[in-house]
């Protein structure tokens, strides 16, 4: 019986990393095929997709300012997130309950609808105070901060859960003030929610289109927007090549993370 449900068990694991996997193994070996449109089997193999990507000029822009953008959202949201999970977690609020929904709610609502709220609230303020955001590099950074905050309030409060407070307590009686606690025993304490906070935040904004899209103004196409550009006037394998390209990226980003942080043990 024990063996007959670990069988099950690795079976069903098994076939969640399947389905999981297979589409993104699918999306890399398409990038290899050698005739315009897709079919298989193929007729061969080529890396002149790579090479075509690599020629676009409109993916060279749209990477630098993805990475530009998300770097910034990333390091705003980290700042902003840690903060409010220190204070969900250390602080007696209140109001803790509502306040830990209002910054988890990014999460809940579907990209296009959060981006289409935004864009409604921009151009209210633009015709109340006369300042434009729409269409303008801050107001698309401040909605990739939603995007960032949630996954750094989730994973630092997920890891501040798990210490006990002893140490502060320790530290504070020994005579040191609350920022020197914060900065040389909480900070480190909860290092490995912060870096895997600021990873998946990155991954979030850099990959996001559905709020980008709807935001973004003219001469800033991000990476994804200018993949779906690509996409109304050509139907070929470079697309599956740009994505091999962002999926090996960040794979080799998660595993370098993991190195030095144990990611699975935050993240579960």
Known sequence: MAKARTFLWRGGVGAVFT????????????????????????????????????????????????????????????????????????????????????LMGPLAVPGVVLGTALYVMFVQIDDAIDFQIVATLPGLIAAHVLLTVPWTVRLVAASLAGLHPAAEEAAADLGARPWTVFRRVT??????????????????????????????????????VAMLNYLEFRVDPTLAAVATVQIVMIGALMLITDRFVNLSRVVS
């Open 187 to 224: 900070l480190p304490m909860m290092r490995s929610g912060v870096v895997a906070g600021a990873l998946f935040s990155f991954i979030q904004s850099f990959e996001n289109l559905e709020l980008t899209l709807l935001l973004v103004g003219p001469g800033r196409s991000t990476l994804p």
């Open 19 to 102: 389905v999981v996997l297979l589409p993104m193994l699918a999306v890399m070996y398409l990038s290899f095929f050698d005739q315009e449109v897709v079919s298989f089997p193929p007729d061969g193999y080529t890396l002149r997709w790579y090479v075509n990507a690599w020629e676009q000029r409109e993916f060279s822009r749209g990477f630098v300012n993805s990475l530009q953008l998300a770097v910034v959202a990333t390091v705003i949201g980290v700042t902003l997130g840690t903060a409010a999970a220190y204070a969900l977690v250390r602080a007696r609020l209140p109001a803790r309950g509502f306040v830990n929904t209002l």
